[in-house]
């Protein structure tokens, strides 16, 4: 698949996202294109507006496929906060799939609080993990990625009405 620059696309980091069916179901009403990237081989509905992305099995071989893609009008949808630090930078929306956005005035203290959470479990502190995903994430999500598209859409039509003044 080829990006239109005019065209928003989602990128899923896949390996672990539990709303996978939930974003198929939006961007098909959106008639937005989608590429579901994981390590190996994935499955996915087959439909022309889904692209399978096998990034390799590299350490952050998905992660680095997406970052190196991603840019302003693309959503990201993803848990991993450094790759959520990328595409923040790279002028991406980014939604953690629980409906959390990730944007430039939280990314730094997320990725601090990430990095010492790291340190004091590698330390031997028991921090415990993230709270499981329940419905009520499932639902925050569908509404911010509903959100994010329809504000995308605002400011490329106010864009592209300024330019014809």
Same mark, same amino acid.
């Given at each position: 698949m080829t990006s239109n620059l005019n065209t928003t696309r989602i990128? %899923?980091?896949? +390996?672990?996202?539990? %709303?996978?069916?939930?974003?198929?179901? @939006?961007? $098909?009403r959106h008639g937005l294109p989608v590429s579901v990237v994981a390590g190996n081989f994935i499955r996915v509905p087959p439909d022309p507006l889904i692209e399978r992305v096998a990034a390799g099995s590299g350490m952050d071989a998905a +992660? +680095?496929?997406?970052?190196?893609?991603?840019?302003?009008?693309d959503i990201i949808v993803? !848990? +991993?906060?450094? =790759?959520?630090? *990328?595409?923040?930078?790279? #002028?991406?929306?980014?939604?953690?799939p629980n409906g959390k956005p990730f944007t430039e005035q939280s990314i730094g203290m997320t990725l601090a609080v990430?990095? =010492?959470?790291?340190? =004091?479990? !590698?330390? #031997?502190? @028991?921090?415990?993990?993230? *709270? !499981?995903? $329940? !419905?009520r994430d499932r639902s925050a999500f569908l509404s911010a990625l509903d959100q994010t598209i329809r504000r995308i859409q605002r400011q *490329?039509?106010?864009?592209? $009405?300024q330019n014809q003044n």
């Open positions: 990128y %899923v980091d896949a +390996d672990a996202c539990p %709303v996978k069916d939930e974003i198929y179901r @939006v961007a $098909a +992660d +680095d496929w997406i970052a190196e893609r991603a840019g302003k009008g993803t !848990s +991993d906060i450094p =790759l959520a630090s *990328r595409c923040v930078k790279a #002028g991406a929306e980014v939604i953690a990430r990095n =010492l959470m790291t340190d =004091l479990r !590698s330390a #031997g502190e @028991v921090t415990g993990g993230p *709270r !499981s995903f $329940a !419905s *490329r039509a106010d864009q592209a $009405a």
